[in-house]
């Protein structure tokens, strides 16, 4: 009983910074239909500016203050130059903005390994290894703080979404774009900055996991796939579907790990993600014909 | 045995019944029109009949045969041809090849494909722009390309949908030709229209909906008198 | 039926080549431009024709080097069986591959076959009992030199292109694009959109299959990170056809033209010049930029791909109009 408990423990709060992942990833393709299959290169890229300022001194949770903003700005750079411009190309295949992203993807990790190397790095903090107990289950300090940290951005999206006007012109443009741009929303301006808000979030969730995991050039795409499982799982452009979606990666993940074995953690969210492709309908139906 | 039945047609989407209890019949050589406002139905109808949406209750009767549960292209292969409102050019494909696509419906070799294609693209008119690249076409040829496609998978009934809106009055002339001369040549033809000029003109019989439920039928005087549809159609013109 | 000649003389000249050319550095890099013209042109009937664009061709790439090398290893035999029987597992794996996929449309579609390869590449590491897992498998080549592989290479790959060209002109070829051009107006003009998305599947997955036995005979070792690798297959494929040209005969093939040669110039180092002029000209910082450029050859090509897309998103065949008009200028202004 208390291996299933710990192993609910540790999905839930896995799922918690899944969730902060899938957010990113959900804004985009929910409001631009934008696959990004660099999302899990962007995060890398976060991790790799939290290991910078640590080696200066700074605590990884201060650095959420730095990589975000960068990111932010990669971010919107990265759509205005170079997936605009793909909106307006007349070509055969649609899909030429998926496969920038890739080509993206790949730059970032590779610029990465050629200033790193692809050596494993670590950030060690106070706090990194420090667990604390709840009868017999053991909680990990850092996902904890994470977990929750994650939960606040989700909830401060949600009511930025709802409650404020650059948030409603965000999900005016999400869903018809054409309609947003007659009732005087910038559509262009709203899809530059919500890729920049996307890589921000994920940059967050870097910093936040900094702490726990080792970081490589490679760790991209990994990500960027269990990415795409919460955002398919949750439903796009929904921030309380990335949590769900999130907590319920994490728990698969956790439960597959414990009860099958470790190598098995990424097929089960892959296999996870090809069932709700298959049987999700309703709402999924309609985005399937983007 | 009606030629062509439709018969008490449901179709929800979500809680919103966009048909909701229509049924008419068609004879054979008729040419039959289906009026109503916008959003009364009328679309969501051909949809179901050819097979794009499944009704939620209801039955569609081709020659005494259901088909309202069969696959779009075994509906084209039976016999039933249809336009689109907004039209569906095969934008990257020439005039030609777009209609030996159709006309592939009926044999599988090329060389009879594109006989049959030039065939009935001079039956048309579209025999000038027959290499012109589809997405090249000005509305009025692509309207036409619509019904020049249908046409040549041989349908015994057709199913036009707003073959007349966007075309200028000479170009009107062109299409109310082109239609009777389809029916003419032993098609039967059901046909949603909202340029009342042209629908009046050549229907046979008329049958009006509106909030997805039948509110008249008859000839067209009959229908242009009736109270009902007058006043669905308060304030609009002939065109 | 006017034939441009054009083709075969490339055939004739490429079929004479090893006559002429003997280094086996270069009939190496032959024989993968080869491979990944029956690659591309694969795929180029599945995304550039049908207008369904695949990111999981790997899967069909790894069925097919597996079948030839599980042969060996199972059940003895040699595995060049695999290239009788490779592209029809491969077509076997593509049934309810597509079967899952083109329930959606579009991106969702990219991502389903994205996802598919993945799971086919995690599948093949971890049942290590049959397929030897991390270890791959390793067989002796059937040949000590390149030649009678570089002519099965281009034996297949004019096969393939053959095949595809009657294939575009037919019936099924008009059914092909009229679903890329708007899938609702095929169905309505009587194509079973289902079963010829299927079709179109099952012959990318047929070639793409004997591309991937091939590999297995002529590189003589496979695992899985290399023959369902998401990014030097199934990515590299994709870009075969997009520089080349999606939605044209010829285009894969310059595509593949192309491709190899880039990724070789990178990672040689613009095949050692920069090295030589170094070693020439005495300058380290020369030198210097070689060593770089080896080691940056993947970052040169991710440029690449988001240069071409930026620039040439026609590619070259498709674009050739725009290229003209470029280099035309270029000239005049001189």
């Not at chain 1, 200066?56 to 997936?83: C, E, H, N, R, T």
């Not at chain 2, 109503?36 to 009704?55: A, D, L, Q, W």
């Not at chain 2, 000029?197 to 509110?215: E, K, L, P, Y």
């Amino acid at each position: 009983m208390d291996v299933f408990l710990q192993t609910l423990v540790a999905g839930i709060l896995k799922g918690g910074l899944y969730a902060l992942i899938g957010i990113g990833m959900t804004l985009i393709m929910g409001v631009m239909g934008i696959i990004n299959l660099a999302h899990g290169q962007l995060m890398m890229l976060a991790m790799y500016v939290t290991y910078i300022l640590n080696t200066m001194g700074v605590d990884p949770y201060f650095s959420l203050f730095v990589a975000m903003p960068l990111l932010f700005l990669l971010g919107v750079a990265i759509q205005k130059f170079l997936l605009n411009p793909l909106i307006k190309a007349d070509t055969i295949l649609p899909e030429n903005q998926v496969l920038m992203t890739v080509g993206i993807g790949m730059v970032l990790t590779e610029v990465v390994r050629f200033i790193f190397s692809s050596d494993y790095k670590y950030i060690t903090t106070t706090y990194s290894n420090q667990t604390f107990f709840l009868g017999n289950i053991s909680f990990s300090m850092a996902l904890v703080i994470a977990f929750w940290i994650a939960i606040a951005f989700t909830v401060a999206m949600f009511f930025f979404l709802v409650k404020t006007d650059l948030g409603r012109s965000i999900r005016a443009t999400a869903q018809d774009k054409d309609a947003a741009t007659l009732m005087g929303v910038n559509t262009g301006r709203i899809t530059v900055i919500t890729f920049g808000l996307g890589s921000g979030l994920v940059a967050a969730a870097g910093c936040l996991l900094a702490p726990v995991y080792y970081i490589f050039p490679d760790l991209g795409g990994p990500f960027t796939a269990k990415a795409f499982i919460i955002t398919i799982l949750g439903g796009l452009g929904s921030t309380v579907g990335a949590i769900f979606g999130g907590v319920t990666l994490g728990l698969a993940e956790s439960m597959g790990a414990t009860y099958f074995g470790m190598e098995y953690e990424d097929i089960i969210g892959l296999t996870i993600f090809v069932l709700v492709l298959l049987f999700l309908p309703g709402g999924f139906k309609r985005l399937t014909k983007i | 045995m009606a030629y062509f039945q439709v018969d008490s047609l449901v179709k929800y989407f979500g809680g919103l019944a966009a048909v909701n209890g229509v049924s008419f019949e068609v004879g054979q050589g008729e040419i039959f029109g289906l009026i109503g406002p916008n959003g009364s139905g009328k679309t969501t109808t051909f949809n179901m009949i050819s097979g794009y949406h499944r009704p939620t209750s209801g039955r569609v009767l081709f020659q005494g045969r259901e088909i309202h549960q069969l696959p779009t292209h075994k509906i084209c292969h039976l016999g039933i041809g249809r336009t689109f409102q907004v039209v569906k050019p095969l934008g990257r494909m020439t005039v030609l090849d777009n209609v030996i696509a159709a006309a592939y419906s009926r044999t599988s070799s090329h060389h009879k494909a594109k006989e049959e294609a030039l065939k009935v693209i001079d039956f048309c008119g579209l025999m000038p722009v027959k290499d012109v690249l589809a997405k090249a076409l000005p509305i009025a040829g692509r309207k036409r390309l619509e019904i020049t496609r249908a046409m040549a998978t041989r349908p015994e009934l057709l199913l036009l949908d707003e073959t007349a809106a966007g075309l200028n009055p000479s170009e009107l002339v062109e299409a109310i030709d082109l239609i009777r001369k389809i029916r003419a040549n032993g098609t039967t033809i059901v046909i949603i229209e909202h340029i009342m000029h042209v629908i009046m003109t050549i229907s046979d019989r008329i049958h009006a909906i509106n909030f997805g439920q039948t509110i008249a039928e008859g000839t067209p005087s009959e229908v242009a008198a009736n109270q009902a549809v007058i006043e669905a159609y308060l304030g609009t013109d002939y065109a | 039926m006017k034939k441009s000649l054009t083709p075969l003389v490339f055939v004739a000249l490429l079929a004479g080549l090893p006559l002429i050319m003997k280094d086996n550095y270069y009939l190496h890099l032959m024989i993968l431009f080869l491979m990944w013209v029956v690659i591309g042109s694969a795929w180029n009937l599945i995304a550039g024709y049908t207008g369904q664009v695949s990111f999981g061709d790997a899967a069909f790439f790894g069925c097919g080097a597996y079948t030839a090398g599980l042969l060996a290893t199972h059940l003895g035999v040699s595995t060049w069986w695999g290239l009788a029987l490779g592209g029809f597992t491969a077509i076997a794996v593509g049934l309810p591959f597509g079967w899952i996929c083109f329930r959606m449309r579009g991106a969702y579609f990219a991502l389903a076959t994205l996802a598919l390869n993945e799971v086919l590449r995690h599948g093949a590491t971890i049942a290590e009992d049959f397929t030897g897992g991390m270890v791959g498998i390793l067989i002796m080549p059937s040949f000590m030199s390149k030649i009678p592989y570089y002519y099965i290479a281009l034996a297949l790959a004019v096969a393939s292109l053959a095949s595809l060209q009657w294939v575009v002109r037919s019936k099924p070829g008009y059914y092909f694009v009229s679903i890329r051009e708007d899938q609702d107006a095929a169905e309505s003009l009587g194509v079973n959109t289902h079963l010829y998305k299927m079709l179109s599947l099952a012959y990318a997955a047929f070639w793409t299959g004997m591309a991937g036995a091939l590999y297995m005979n002529y590189m003589g070792f496979i695992d899985p990170n290399v023959v369902f690798s998401l990014h030097d297959i199934s990515i590299m494929a994709i870009l075969v056809g997009i520089v080349g040209g999606v939605g044209t005969v010829y285009g894969p093939a310059v595509g593949a033209f192309v491709m190899v040669a880039v990724q070789e110039l990178f990672r040689s180092g613009f095949f050692g010049l920069f090295k030589w002029l170094g070693a020439v000209s005495g300058s380290a910082s020369l030198v210097k930029v070689a060593e770089v450029l080896t080691q940056a050859h993947v970052l040169g090509f991710g440029l690449l791909v988001v240069v071409v897309i930026l620039v040439l998103p026609n590619g070259i065949v498709g674009d050739w109009p725009k290229i003209r008009k470029r280099v035309f200028r270029l000239g005049a202004g001189a």
